[in-house]
C-alpha cells in the first residue's frame, strides 16, 4: 500500500502566517519527546551536537512525535556525509546542519542530503524507514521534495558569508547560533552583547534578502520578540532539559527553604 510522507518543514513555514515557534529536545527521552511534541508548538529540534543522541534514540523520538500535529528537525553533530546519510534514512525529514561558515560549506551539504547526479547521497531506500521500506512510491526520484535542509550560521565567517550561503540552491533556510557566534567574537557567554545582536541581525538581512527564512535560538521571551520583529521566521523558545532544571530549581527554592526548621526545632527535633 503507497503511504505518504508528512510535509517538510520548508513547506510548514512556507505555508504559516506567522513565525513558528519551537524547542529543543535534548534528553535523548523519547517520552519527553512525545510530551513536548504534544505541547501546542510548531516544532521540535531533536540534538545530536550536544546531547546523548545517537542513531537509535533520534529513530525513537521520531516515530514519538509522528503522532503529533508538530514539525521535527533534527541536527546532526556537523555536516558529516555518512552521519546525514543515516539520519535520512532513519526517516528525518528535516536537517539542521551546525558550523557552516561558507558557500562550500553549504553545497558541501547540499549535495550529501542528494542523490546522484544532484549530490552523494547513497541510495538504501529500499532497507530504511525514508521511504517507509519501498512503501512511498517515486521516493527516489522525488526525494528532496521530502527533505529540507536548514543551516546554521554562528561564527563570524558565517555572518560575513551569509548572502552567499543561503543563495546555495538546496538550502531551505538558516538558523541563526548566538551562542557559539559569540565565542567567535570573543565574547563567550554572552548571546545578548550588543555586538553579536547587531552580526546576528546583519545576518538576518543577508539571508532574507536571499528569499530565504531565517531563525534564531532565544530562550529570553524579549531577546525572542526582539528578533521576531527583525524578521524571523522561526525560532527557538526553550528546551526540555532547561525547562526541567529551572522547574525543579523552583521546587527546591519553594519546598526545601520553606522547610529548613529553626534551631529550636531542629533541637527539639533532634532530641526525639
Not at 43 to 72: C, F, I, K, R
Request: charged share 15%; aromatic share 6%; with cysteine.
Amino acid at each position: 500500500m503507497p503511504l505518504r510522507l508528512s510535509p517538510t518543514f520548508r513547506d510548514a513555514l512556507a505555508e504559516a502566517h506567522r513565525p513558528l515557534a519551537g524547542i529543543w529536545v535534548c534528553t535523548g527521552s523519547p517520552l519527553v519527546a512525545e510530551i513536548c511534541a504534544g505541547s501546542g508548538l510548531d516544532w521540535v529540534l531533536v540534538d545530536m551536537e550536544h546531547s546523548p543522541n545517537g542513531l537509535e534514540s533520534v529513530l525513537a523520538q521520531l516515530q514519538a512525535v509522528a503522532a503529533y500535529p508538530v514539525t521535527p528537525v533534527v541536527r546532526v553533530p556537523i555536516g558529516d556525509v555518512v552521519t546525514i546519510k543515516q539520519v535520512l534514512d532513519l526517516g528525518a525529514q528535516n536537517l539542521l546542519v551546525p558550523m557552516v561558515s561558507s558557500r562550500t560549506d553549504a553545497e558541501a551539504v547540499v549535495a550529501a542530503v542528494r542523490y546522484p547526479p544532484r549530490g552523494t547521497r547513497g541510495v538504501g531506500s529500499a532497507l530504511a524507514r525514508s521511504a517507509r521500506w519501498n512503501r512511498v512510491d517515486d521516493y527516489l526520484q522525488d526525494a528532496d521534495a521530502h527533505v529540507s535542509l536548514f543551516v546554521q550560521i554562528e561564527t563570524t565567517a558565517g555572518v560575513e558569508a551569509a548572502a552567499e550561503i543561503a543563495a546555495v540552491d538546496g538550502v531551505d533556510g538558516v538558523f541563526v547560533g548566538p551562542a557559539d557566534l559569540a565565542a567567535s567574537m570573543g565574547v563567550l557567554g554572552q548571546q545578548t552583547h550588543p555586538d553579536v545582536v547587531a552580526a546576528a541581525l546583519r545576518t538576518f538581512e543577508a539571508v532574507r534578502a536571499a528569499g530565504k527564512p531565517v531563525g534564531v535560538n532565544a530562550f529570553d521571551p524579549a531577546v525572542a520578540q526582539a528578533y521576531l520583529d527583525a524578521g524571523a521566521s522561526f525560532v527557538l523558545v526553550g528546551a526540555d532539559v532547561g525547562l526541567l532544571a529551572r522547574g525543579s530549581e523552583a521546587l527546591a527554592t519553594r519546598w526545601v527553604a520553606a522547610s529548613v526548621p529553626s534551631d529550636g526545632a531542629a533541637g527539639e527535633r533532634a532530641s526525639y
